[in-house]
């Protein structure tokens, strides 16, 4: 189970028959292709297996429905937890966590600023944590900062914003 992503964190129950909201973590907040099943647990290797019922984005979280959590008290006991997906179901062009940890990051001028060694969620957009320089960065997932990422060279290329 250690290849399952994770795609958020579950922060409370709604409504009393056992739906969850869950805290996203995907860059994109676009739609998710509903999972016919989800893993639920505090980490990969111990999770419980779940059908899902129901899946809704909106914004950044989604409303998640399982088969065998229907009351409240059921929902309740999983707040805190994760929810995990195989990595063949979100969208194509989306780049997973597991694949951004341990790029190197340059400039566009060439400079090499470090290593991605961890990815910061936040409620507007991800923030890549670059170790390994002169100084720890963080580099805010824009699309006007990160230029290029090319997973196949281990590279993501950066141009840093006045400040940084």
Request: with cysteine; aromatic share 6%.
């Amino acid at each position: 189970m250690n290849d399952l992503l994770e795609i958020g964190k579950i922060v409370k129950s709604s409504g009393l028959k056992g739906r969850l909201k869950v805290l996203s973590y995907r860059e994109s907040k676009g739609e998710l292709k509903t999972p016919a099943r989800v893993f639920v647990g505090e980490d990969r290797a111990h999770v419980s297996s779940f059908n899902v019922r129901y899946l809704r984005v909106k914004g950044g979280s989604f409303a998640l429905e399982l088969e065998g959590v229907d009351t409240i008290q059921t929902a309740s006991e999983l707040v805190g937890q994760s929810v995990f997906i195989s990595p063949e179901r979100l969208p194509d062009g989306e780049y997973y966590w597991k694949d951004i940890i341990g790029l190197d990051i340059v400039t566009e001028s060439g400079l090499k600023l470090g290593t991605i060694t961890a990815v910061l969620p936040t409620v507007s957009n991800d923030v890549y944590v670059c170790s390994g320089g002169e100084r720890e960065i963080l580099i805010p997932a824009f699309d006007d900062v990160v230029r290029e990422i090319d997973i196949g060279k281990g590279l993501m290329v950066v141009r840093l914003p006045e400040g940084l």
